[in-house]
């Protein structure tokens, strides 16, 4: 399915998206995970796929003043409902594909791809691109909040556009991401969240 089809999906549920949430339950859960993660104060951090900026949001809120977050999306309409929610200076916000991610080389220190992963046409092209950008020993986040079966069930029925976006096995995506160069740190697979998290290692 081509990235057109899928900005057009997510545009057409942007303004349904934060319903559908308990943002506040959302929101520790982030904090709980940023814990685990060992986020720095001062980190530019990269949110991929940030939809309508919840990711983003809790982020700002655990990052100094010194902190950046850059959010992308494929999805106008939800960068649209991200910006209208978040006033905030230390964010950059682009429409753009995470094969062509709008950074220079070794710019952030952290990559966060929140519930996002499934949708990417060609991951090895992702991984390298996100490699890039990480400066030297950066992490990538490939994390959800549910389980890896239910992402797939959501997925098979929300519609044409996304119903072939698998997430693979955790095991599937360390090896993947191992060969962009990453040392994987952790992998998570259970019914109540997914992780994989890589170092970069070259």
């Not at 057409?12 to 720095?40: M, N, P, T």
């Not at 916000?93 to 791809?113: F, L, N, T, Y």
Request: aromatic residues 8%; hydrophobic residues 40%; proline residues 3%.
């Amino acid at each position: 399915m081509s990235d057109c089809a899928k900005s057009a999906f997510f545009d057409g549920i942007a303004d349904k998206w934060d319903g559908w949430e308990d943002l506040g339950a959302l929101e520790h859960k982030f904090f709980s995970g940023f814990d685990g993660f060992g986020l720095g104060p001062d980190e530019t951090v990269l949110d991929v796929g940030c939809g309508t900026g919840n990711l983003t949001l809790a982020l700002l809120k655990r990052l100094s003043s010194q902190g950046r977050v850059v959010s992308m999306d494929i999805s106008p309409k939800m960068i649209g409902v991200a910006q209208g929610k978040i006033k905030d200076a230390r964010v950059t916000w682009h429409v753009a594909d995470a094969q062509k991610i709008p950074m220079e080389d070794q710019s952030c220190d952290r990559v966060i791809c929140y519930s996002v992963w499934p949708h990417f046409e060609d991951f090895d092209a992702v991984a390298g691109e996100i490699s890039r950008v990480l400066r030297p020993s950066g992490k990538i986040h490939v994390w959800h909040l549910i389980g890896r079966d239910r992402v797939n069930q959501i997925h098979s029925t929300a519609g044409e556009a996304v119903r072939k976006d698998v997430l693979a096995p955790a095991s599937q995506t360390g090896e993947l991401l191992s060969r962009s160069g990453f040392q994987v740190e952790t992998t998570i697979d259970n019914d109540n969240q997914y992780l994989v998290t890589g170092i970069k290692s070259r």
